[in-house]
């Protein structure tokens, strides 16, 4: 972090800042200042002087780095000193700050904070929180059920409070701590047994023994969860149990377990990574670890057993919030029995003709290289058309089309560059229908056959928690940016088939927000 502020260090004062990311911190008193530095933190500004900051755009001395900097401050102290005493300054050093004296003061005042603000004189009055404005901040913060910041109000704001006299009573902020009680259960008798028909919460150990809760390698080992009550027991048992009792299962992003069993439930008792998505469909993703940071008030879990049996504890709160905000419904009504229909529908995947991609893969090529031999002809020269230096080289140095200016890494040829000279230029028109059926061909004929599994079918998944207005989402491979408005792109459609008996029919609503906008 910036250490400008260590100057600031006395007997009163340490100043904390981070040594690696935001976890490990370091404290810094006058003793720590001198071990690091060699010299008192009232010598800082000094040294900034001398070695100069980057960063706070201060010059320094040119040619004087921290050994030299370090040496004239322990041998004069400050550079005024230094400047007092020129005579026993080392020569060679001398020779450098001849040329740089005053630099080197216009620095040292640069890099000091001004610590001699005339506060005493200030009007603080108009900046007291009137009752009203305090009372409002609370109303916010009860609204978004941010307890912890509640229970600090008093501590925080209550000093500034209009009519507020003495100090405000320190609040400790207490979060639990998960202590959990773990056994085995080596069968699935003994398992059954334990739960009987109470709720559970199950996660499954990664493969690496670490808490990434999507690692695609299981160790086929699970936790599952009653309160603060674990038991460790094989896949095989966890899902014989979810795939009696799914009515009782909590879980995070049931999905993936839903596809392992042979009998799809109807839906899971509780999923609360589609809970936060209904809360908050805004939010770039669900980690597990976060939910349970934002609505719990308990120490982070450390261990998988703690963050299952934390899973377990956030149905609770979850549920109060989706009560709040009339969301229950949407969850229970729509998110949790959708996700066995995509589980099933990720399984079933859908059939595609190879035969049809692999004859429109040729007939892409063809005609890349039809147009790939129009520009070399319009250019005069062959290059490489996927390059955008020797592109650039080629339309605007070889020939000078105008209107665009060379950067400093080439000439721009992005395609909204491109565009609005394309109708005044073929050579330009042709390398846009380049790129675009290069990028088909890349992207869907020669890729999606690679995706094809021995069953004839691509298996893409079906995101349920990613779009804000609550649209599913496709990927690996992503079927729903498939082309439809040109032939082209009819043509790559072309290759998705129903199975024998069956149709595939595509059912869309024309300007669906609109109509709900219009209905309320």
């Known amino acids: 972090g910036d250490l400008d502020s260590l100057q600031l260090v006395d007997d009163n004062i340490r100043v904390m800042t981070m040594q690696r990311g935001v976890t490990e911190v370091i404290f810094y008193g006058r003793e720590e200042v001198i071990n690091r530095y060699g010299f008192g933190p009232e010598y800082i500004p000094d040294y900034?002087?001398?070695?100069?900051?980057?960063?706070?755009?201060?010059?320094?001395?040119?040619?004087?780095?921290?050994?030299?900097a370090t040496q004239l401050i322990q041998q004069f102290g400050t550079v005024e000193n230094i400047l007092d005493k020129w005579e026993e300054v080392d020569p060679k050093l001398q020779k450098k700050i001849e040329p740089a004296k005053e630099q080197m003061l216009q620095s040292k005042w640069l890099a000091t904070i001004q610590t001699n603000a005339p506060l005493e004189d200030f009007d603080f009055e108009p900046f007291k929180l009137t009752n009203e404005e305090y009372e409002a901040a609370m109303a916010f913060l009860e609204m978004y059920e941010l307890k912890s910041h509640i229970r600090r109000m008093p501590q925080v704001l209550g000093k500034y409070r209009e009519g507020f006299e003495g100090e405000p009573t320190p609040v400790e902020v207490a979060r639990e701590t998960i202590q959990v009680q773990l056994e085995d259960a080596k069968t699935y008798e003994e398992l059954d047994a334990w739960v009987q028909d109470k709720p559970f919460a199950m996660l499954l150990e990664p493969a690496t023994g670490q808490m990434d809760l999507y690692s695609e390698e299981a160790s086929n080992k699970v936790y599952v969860a009653i309160g603060e009550h674990v038991r460790y027991t094989s896949e095989e048992f966890a899902l014989k149990l979810l795939e009696t009792r799914p009515q009782n299962a909590i879980l995070h992003d049931s999905k993936p377990w839903i596809r392992k069993l042979a009998?799809?439930?109807?839906?899971?008792?509780?999923?609360?990574?589609?809970?936060?998505?209904?809360?908050?469909?805004?939010?770039?993703?669900?980690?597990?670890?976060?939910?349970?940071?934002?609505?719990?008030?308990?120490?982070?879990?450390?261990?998988?057993?703690?963050?299952?049996?934390?899973?377990?504890?956030?149905?609770?709160?979850?549920?109060?919030?989706?009560?709040?905000?009339?969301?229950?419904?949407?969850?229970?009504?729509?998110?949790?029995?959708?996700?066995?229909?995509?589980?099933?529908?990720?399984?079933?995947?859908?059939?595609?003709?190879?035969q049809v991609l692999g004859d429109f893969s040729k007939k892409l090529e063809a005609e890349i290289q039809e147009l790939a031999t129009k520009i070399y002809d319009e250019a005069k020269v062959t290059f490489n058309i996927a390059s955008p230096k020797q592109l650039g080289e080629v339309l605007f140095e070889k020939m000078m089309i105008p209107g665009v200016k060379r950067g400093k890494t080439g000439y721009p040829t992005g395609a909204e560059v491109l565009q609005p000279l394309a109708p005044a230029y073929p050579i330009i028109a042709n390398v846009l229908s380049y790129r675009e059926l290069t990028k088909l061909k890349g992207t869907y004929a020669d890729a999606l056959p690679k995706l094809i599994k021995s069953d004839g079918r691509i298996h893409t998944t079906y995101a349920q928690a990613v779009a804000a207005t609550g649209r599913l989402s496709s990927n690996d491979p992503n079927l729903q940016n498939i082309p439809i408005r040109t032939e082209i792109g009819r043509s790559i459609r072309k290759a998705f088939v129903a199975a024998e008996g069956y149709k595939l029919a595509s059912f869309d609503y024309s300007q669906i927000e609109l109509r709900i906008l219009a209905e309320m």
């Open 263 to 354: 009998n799809k439930p109807n839906r899971v008792r509780f999923d609360s990574m589609l809970a936060g998505y209904v809360l908050q469909s805004g939010r770039s993703n669900y980690v597990l670890r976060d939910l349970v940071q934002g609505y719990l008030e308990v120490t982070p879990p450390t261990t998988l057993a703690e963050m299952t049996a934390a899973l377990y504890q956030l149905e609770s709160p979850m549920r109060d919030r989706l009560k709040k905000e009339n969301q229950e419904s949407v969850l229970d009504e729509i998110e949790l029995p959708l996700t066995p229909i995509l589980a099933q529908m990720e399984e079933v995947g859908i059939a595609v003709d190879a």
């Open 48 to 68: 900034k002087a001398i070695v100069g900051d980057k960063s706070d755009n201060i010059p320094g001395v040119p040619g004087i780095g921290d050994k030299g």
